[in-house]
């Protein structure tokens, strides 16, 4: 079964960076983009950008460019999402989440996210 | 920026219909996404590509979207139902993925 697999969390002080992994099994990693959102404590989703596991291309949230990272392993499956410059404001349940990628280089119209990881807390504190 | 608002809260009694709206300048130009998030859980898409359903989603979610305004139907809702509801756009003007502010349904 499709499966993506996040740490459960993460504790930095501010000023620091995290990389969050998200591990996906049960499908084809280069077929699906691998999304990234984050939801804060009783707020809404936030997206935060993506990247297409084949080619490596990547798309981020004017918010957060300049300061997120997107990479993946292909030879383990992986998507990391790396965010620098830390604040409490970064705290926050991260998730990963795939995207059909119908053999597209660009995720954009009718990319909807067809399964979610679970989420990794990021908690920023000094 | 591009801002799709929905109402913070709806409350709708068992076996009723749940209608949801997605507020945004020209929404019926874009394909339209709709997730359910209920506590302590990642989101679960409901509705993609306006009007569709995943497989094991009931058909008493539907999705329709005309002008600046995108709405999912849920009808016969019990007590499952209650949960947090997001939509979702690709901007292709500003190449942004947006969600909605989100509504919490609640169930009487």
């Known amino acids: 079964q499709v499966q993506l697999e996040q740490p459960g969390a993460e504790v930095k002080k501010p000023g620091a960076s995290v990389k969050v992994s998200c591990k996906a099994s049960?499908?084809?990693?280069?077929?699906?983009?691998i999304h990234w959102a984050r939801q804060a404590p009783g707020q809404g989703l936030e997206w935060m950008g993506w990247i297409n596991p084949k080619s490596g291309g990547t798309s981020s949230a004017q918010k957060f460019q300049g300061r997120v990272i997107l990479t993946r392993e292909k030879s383990m499956s992986t998507a990391y999402m790396e965010l620098s410059g830390l604040t409490s404001n970064d705290t926050a349940v991260y998730y990963c989440?795939?995207?059909?990628?119908?053999?597209?280089?660009?995720?954009?119209?009718?990319?909807?996210?067809?399964?979610w990881g679970r989420g990794t807390l990021v908690t920023v504190s000094s | 920026s591009f801002v799709l608002t929905q109402p913070p809260s709806i409350s709708v009694a068992p076996g009723q219909t749940a209608t949801i709206s997605c507020e945004g300048i020209?929404?019926?130009?874009?394909?339209v996404h709709w997730y359910q998030q209920k506590p302590g859980q990642a989101p679960v898409v409901v509705v993609y590509?306006?009007?569709d359903r995943p497989s094991g989603i009931p058909e008493r979610f539907s999705g329709s979207h005309s002008g600046n305004t995108a709405t999912l139907t849920i009808s016969r809702v019990d007590a499952g139902d209650g949960a947090d509801y997001y939509c979702h756009v690709w901007h292709s003007r500003a190449d942004q993925h947006v969600f909605g502010t989100g509504t919490k349904v609640t169930v009487l």
């Open positions: 049960g499908y084809n990693f280069l077929d699906y983009f």
């Open positions: 590509d306006d009007s």
């Open positions: 989440a795939r995207a059909p990628g119908y053999g597209r280089a660009y995720c954009g119209a009718d990319c909807y996210l067809d399964f």
């Open positions: 020209n929404i019926g130009h874009y394909d």
